[in-house]
């Protein structure tokens, strides 16, 4: 994000599911740039989700978040460490359709668990200071903290590494993310579905530190049972006060036959070590 609205020295309370739900959301845009040397970044949130489906268990419906957690630190400035995780998931469940794991899920209309968390580790490569644009790249993996008992987890290990990219153009930044998921098969012993990941965000100044944001992510190609492709949209204001950054958006996907759609909300502080 530009140095104005994410300023060294803040706590990040993201209300915000993507990063953490891979089986129901794709991963969001992510910038190149690290956070300045020195500095943390701590993150906290939640969100609400309507007609969320889950696949591998069949289940569809009303999923809220709590406690989504974000953090990160960079030594030097160019390597940032990143930790991310959902306290608790819960789902309202409004349908019950057919999935590999229905059988073993909740007979009660309400399931819950903990989300799975992502250990990444993002490296900047260029910056818009002495190149044309600024270049990173980003490699992370998913562990297996939600269980598929809950109907909410896949019990499995996944990998993910992203090329970032990002231009700022009269105060509008275009962020650019494409790289390959490793994610293993829930239904199948020693097979994986390799795909492609990509995300792509534009952010317009509306006023000094106010902008809206808008983008667009999801995962396509070797989908399968358990595994499917995932397409998102995004849209809404992020703006600064007091130093701290907020954001509050809506979200829905853009697949056929997905109807989900929700509201995420963040605040986001860092700060030096």
Not at 38 to 45: E, I, K, L, N, Q
Not at 75 to 87: A, C, R, S
Not at 150 to 176: C, N, P, W
Request: glycine share 10%.
């Amino acid at each position: 994000m530009p140095r104005r609205l994410i300023h060294p020295g803040t706590i990040f309370l993201v209300f915000l599911p993507a990063l953490l739900a891979a089986q129901q959301r794709p991963l969001q845009v992510e910038s190149p740039c690290s956070v300045q040397a020195r500095t943390a970044r701590a993150s906290f949130g939640c969100s609400y989700y309507q007609s969320q489906p889950f696949p591998l268990s069949g289940l569809e419906g009303s999923l809220s978040q709590y406690g989504i957690l974000r953090l990160g630190y960079s030594f030097d400035g160019n390597i940032e460490l990143q930790f991310d995780g959902t306290l608790l998931n819960m789902l309202s469940i409004t349908k019950r359709h057919m999935g590999f794991t229905m059988d073993a899920t909740p007979s009660s209309s309400v399931t819950g668990d903990i989300g799975d968390f992502t250990l990444w580790t993002k490296v900047q490569v260029t910056s818009e200071y002495r190149f044309p644009f600024a270049a990173g790249f980003r490699f992370g993996v998913q562990l297996p903290n939600a269980s598929n008992e809950s109907g909410l987890g896949l019990d499995q290990f996944d990998f993910y590494a992203s090329t970032l990219f990002e231009k700022h153009i009269m105060g509008i930044r275009l962020t650019v993310n494409s790289g390959i998921a490793i994610i293993e098969s829930p239904t199948q012993l020693s097979d994986q579905h390799d795909m492609w990941i990509y995300a792509i965000g534009i952010t317009v100044p509306i006023g000094e530190k106010t902008f809206v944001a808008l983008e667009t992510n999801g995962r396509d190609s070797n989908s399968g049972e358990g595994v499917p492709r995932l397409a998102d949209f995004r849209g809404g204001i992020e703006t600064e006060i007091a130093g701290i950054h907020w954001k509050l958006c809506g979200a829905a996907s853009l697949l056929h036959g997905n109807t989900s759609r929700g509201i995420e909300c963040a605040v986001q502080y860092d700060f030096r070590l």
